[in-house]
DNA sequence: CGTCGAGTTGACATAATTCAAGTAAGGTGG
DNA sequence: CCACCTTACTTGAATTATGTCAACTCGACG
């Protein structure tokens, strides 16, 4: 959390000590645990400490879509603070480490830490773009560029969090989550998978997934990593 | 704007008049007009004040994704006030009257006004929550049921600025706007409407829609209006 | 009166889904 | 260590949803 906004803006002392505040109690959840239902009450968020999570809705006839997948350092649960109850579901996809706080902790930020709180403005609307992207990916691109968009976006946000990764991660994803991913069925998302790695552009061997060739799967999925675009020179002091 | 948030909180004088400062200086564009274009420097957005608008995003092929489609009282553009340019192009549906902002403004409403600050960023939370029903939406429903969801979201948007509106309003989005909301083709957007005509849920005369069986739409796409789900409890004082 | 933008319709092509069968890897108990 | 599950994944064949292309209608407008 304080790490990756050290990254853009300077800390002070007071800042630093709540953020580090909020991940003071942290809860461990194993894979496919649920660790925030639809329909609880929203009084807690969370920042992802370790392991991957998603979250996603249910439709009635057993199919669910993957809203976002998220990696370490990610807040969970933010836009459930909004509502009166959470309106989507959070899985752990690895076991994971999670540090839940409560809503109420927002109102103090807003008082006391103007700065903090128009950082976390600015990732919301940063995340509106990025549904905007995802939104779009699926919208308008074939099966085989959206699981090419897939791709781009989990090895860019990995990349963020960790600057030594180069082409290769450890893809935590099964085919079906891919495919509630990126809107087709598990059976369609294993063929474009084998297109994607018959053509050289990725390859796999158990997890570890090795990307060959980035151009050409940015060039299919149009994906633009809106991270390096974000502009915090606004900021109030 | 001020009287979409007076729904909710009570706002103070000072918070009024920074509000009605706003939409001091307001514009013009016409049907078709481009507001704001992607690319450009990100150095204001605007409140919407008369008419209809959209914000979309070009692919090479030509074909176009509507991101958002905008009405009376939202904000347009404030995803990109966090980034160092415009990443989605802002469009006139109909002929339209807008109020532009500085982004500098941002910086004094979180120093000077924590509360209005906290429902900005409320509502940009609220958005990440619709983006994601939309997002589930084109990833999850068939074609009608697409078109069905789309209709529920404009008639509760519609409604929200105007309780007067029962079951029927004016459709100011083309066949081909509709299919690019929904991601598919504008033949097949023509094919699913006239389904939904002939099933008798909706009827449609010049550009008036009229929604005779909201409960069956709202089977059909799972909408769900989430303004009705806000909680502005928490709020700093 | 002709043109243009928007919408509709039919015939056909293609992308994606569905269903079903089968393989492979990892975990568990005997 | 092996036999047996289970879960994840792959592949082929048939079906369906959606896309494509082209022709045509209709109303608005100069």
Wanted: glycine content about 6%; charged content about 25%; proline content about 4%.
């Amino acid at each position: 959390m304080a790490d990756r906004l050290k990254r853009h803006v300077d800390l002070s002392v007071g800042e630093i000590s709540f953020l580090e505040s909020l991940v003071a109690r942290p809860s461990r959840f194993v894979r496919g645990q649920i660790i925030q239902a639809a329909g609880e009450p929203a009084q807690q968020a969370f920042v992802l400490i370790d392991g991957w999570a998603m979250t996603f809705t249910d439709y009635a006839d057993g199919s669910r879509q993957i809203r976002r997948v998220h990696f370490p350092g990610d807040l969970l649960a933010m836009p459930s603070m909004a509502m009166a109850r959470h309106v989507e579901n959070i899985e752990a996809i690895t076991d994971v480490v999670v540090a839940p706080f409560q809503r109420g902790l927002l109102a103090k930020v807003f008082r006391e830490h103007p700065r903090l709180a128009a950082i976390q403005f600015m990732y919301a609307q940063e995340e509106r773009i990025t549904y905007g992207d995802r939104l779009s990916a699926i919208g308008r691109l074939c099966a085989k560029a959206r699981i090419a968009f897939l791709l781009m976006d989990v090895l860019t946000r990995l990349r963020a969090a960790d600057s030594s990764i180069g082409c290769a991660f450890e893809m935590h994803l099964t085919r079906e989550q891919m495919s509630e991913v990126t809107g087709m069925t598990p059976v369609h998302a294993s063929r474009m998978w084998s297109e994607l790695i018959s053509e050289g552009a990725v390859s796999c061997d158990k997890r570890i997934v090795t990307i060959h060739d980035e151009p050409r799967l940015v060039a299919l999925s149009g994906f633009a990593n809106r991270a390096t675009e974000l502009d915090f020179s606004w900021l109030p002091s």
